[in-house]
Structures are given as structure tokens and as C-alpha cells.
């Protein structure tokens, strides 16, 4: 029975000090991620924070580039597309080290982030009602913005609310 016990309780340790380590390892202790699948109604210009100088990609062989297009969900909400060129979206290495041609993109909705995307496809189940403005930044694993001849990567689209 001693045994069966030591194997729970170090299952139990080793869980614990996983979550706790990769918690720390994928947070970059500054993040406005809440409910990444509803927007609510409030606004936050994101403007006034400075997160770094960015990642100029002017020199590199191929610049990336992003395009979004955001449609109607058949069930509710808005599906939204981020197509990339010399550019992918994967979840960034356990130190965070920012590696040419990859990273994530940061959604902003109304100058609010909410949400990192690590993929092609994200759901946004509800906008506030009336005129709302979708931002898609291409950012490198520190969450640097990628900049081309210093102004900021980004696909921007406008969308009616519900």
C-alpha cells in the first residue's frame, strides 16, 4: 500500500510543479487576455503601453505579411481567418527566443487585445454592437510586434456588432 501511496503523492507534486513552471514559462507577466472568446462592450487603447521596439523584418529575405477575413459563424459569433506569407503561427519554445519567420499574432478588437493565436482559425463569439474595429498583429515569440520599414504588420478589418 506504501508504495501506491508515494506513486500518488509524487504524481500529485510533479503536476503541481508543472502547472507551476510552465504557467511562468508560456506568461510574459504583462497580458490583457481574459475571455478570449467574447468581447465585451468596454474599450482599452493599448496605445499607451510600450511592450518593446519591435522586430524589423526589412532585411529579411521575405517579409511577412497578414491577411484576416472575418465571416458569420453558422451557429453564433464570427469566425475569423488569418491567412500569413513567410510567416508561421506556432506556440512559442519554452525560452520564449524569437526565431525568424515565426511567432503568433495578437487580436485586437476595438484597440482591446484579446486574445494571442497560435493558429490560422479563431472564434469570436460576439461583438459590441455597432461599428467595431478588428486588429491582427504579427508578433514574435517576446511578443515584440513585427514592423516592415517600421510601421507595425498588422491586417485591420471593420465589422458590425450583433
Do not use: C
Amino acid at each position: 500500500m506504501r508504495p501506491f501511496a508515494l506513486l500518488i503523492t509524487g504524481i500529485l507534486v510533479g503536476s503541481a510543479l508543472t502547472y507551476t513552471v510552465m504557467g511562468n514559462i508560456l506568461s510574459d507577466g504583462h497580458d490583457h487576455d481574459r475571455d478570449a472568446y467574447a468581447v465585451g462592450a468596454e474599450s482599452h487603447d493599448h496605445s499607451s503601453h510600450d511592450h518593446a521596439e519591435g522586430i524589423e523584418t526589412s532585411q529579411w529575405d521575405l517579409v511577412p505579411e497578414v491577411k484576416a477575413k472575418l465571416t458569420a459563424d453558422a451557429v453564433t459569433g464570427y469566425n475569423l481567418h488569418i491567412e500569413t506569407s513567410h510567416f508561421d503561427l506556432v506556440p512559442p519554445a519554452t525560452d520564449h527566443a524569437d526565431s525568424t519567420g515565426e511567432g503568433h499574432a495578437h487580436l485586437y478588437v476595438n484597440g482591446e487585445k484579446i486574445a494571442r493565436v497560435y493558429g490560422h482559425w479563431f472564434h469570436i463569439s460576439s461583438l459590441p454592437k455597432g461599428q467595431n474595429t478588428i486588429t491582427v498583429s504579427l508578433n514574435g515569440h517576446n511578443h515584440e510586434e513585427l514592423l516592415n520599414q517600421g510601421v507595425p504588420i498588422v491586417a485591420t478589418l471593420m465589422q458590425e456588432g450583433d
